[in-house]
């Protein structure tokens, strides 16, 4: 698996953007995908996970009802619609594939991690 995150940027509150994970040799269809954060100074904690067939999503309370996981498994790439960004969004934004088809919410949950993508919301 090799996983490539991309589409951070800087926005400004209130703004949109839709992060991508593409896996680019085509493996992580049977498994869970999970997008974790990173912010200066703090733990990396868990955003969201989608399972393998794409019909069970998981969020953290912070981002429920802005943010919203997707898959599309014939292009092996997994999204991330970040909607309404506040500045406390702001951080280096990391796509997972979990160990099994049903993601949890733990950094042990995951097998393989992405590079990451930072994103910056400013005020």
């Known amino acids: 698996v090799q996983l490539q995150a991309s589409g951070g940027g800087l926005v400004q509150a209130g703004d949109s953007l839709t992060l991508s994970c593409a896996d680019s040799?085509?493996?992580?269809?049977?498994?869970?995908v999970g997008w974790f954060r990173q912010a200066p100074g703090k733990e990396r904690e868990f955003v969201a996970s989608?399972?393998?067939?794409?019909?069970?999503?998981n969020y953290q309370d912070n981002v429920q009802g802005r943010f919203t996981i997707s898959r599309d498994n014939a292009k092996n790439t997994v999204y991330l619609q970040m909607n309404s960004l506040k500045p406390e969004d702001t951080a280096v934004y990391y796509c997972?594939?979990?160990?099994?088809?049903?993601?949890?919410?733990?950094?042990?949950?995951?097998?393989?991690w992405g590079q990451g993508t930072q994103v910056t919301v400013s005020s």
């Open positions: 989608i399972n393998w067939r794409g019909g069970s999503t």
């Open positions: 040799r085509r493996t992580f269809s049977n498994n869970g």
């Open positions: 997972a594939v979990s160990r099994s088809s049903h993601p949890g919410r733990g950094l042990t949950d995951y097998r393989y």
